[in-house]
């Protein structure tokens, strides 16, 4: 098991639809959870950050944690073909020997189409 | 400045060539990161400093890659005796120390011919 794995998609949306992107992860003492969005060549850029479970809210962009089942996923309504990126999960690992030290999924894709 | 920048833009070395890379972080951030991403990968964590101390250098592939931050500042990310395999985009963050969010820098594609 990859220590955090996501779909590759792509994920597929109508413009205006919401699109659920879900990353699980394998460390059960994880704290830190990250979602970047990457357009092509381009550099990761952050979105959101969330610490605890539950959701966390910012604009069009929603965050939910569920430490139990080792789950966290982003929800992006009123997508709009610009949300068109892929979208990273990156998790704190601290059995990795460094709290600070992130491990990243892969990327789900996501396409919004006009 | 206003963001993490990072220079050259791009790189093109012949193979066994030496590169330096380097970073500037966000003024008054203490903590620095190195990732390597390769096309179509999560990047991979290379190296961390908090100020000037290295406090993991984990993930550096091979002792052919060496970084350093000798000031807490800008941090230099040198590979020798460049490979094939080291063309990637390496990506610099840099994060206040008090919480986890990291900003990104723009990358150095580096392509090893």
Redesign the interface.
Known sequence: QKEVEQNSGPLSVPEGAIASLNCTYSDRVSQSFFWYRQYSGKSPELIMSIYSNGDKEDGRFTAQLNKASQYVSLLIRDSQPSDSATYLCAVNMPRAGNNRKLIWGLGTSLAVNP | GAGVSQSPRYKVAKRGQDVALRCDPISGHV?L?WYQQAL??????LT?F?NEAQ??K??LPSDRFFAERPEGSVSTLKIQRTQQEDSA?Y?CASSLVTR????????TRLTVL
């Open positions: 903590s990161f179509g990968q999560g990047p991979e964590f961390y908090q406090l993991d984990s993930g985009v990506l986890g969010d990291a900003f990104f820098g723009p990358g």
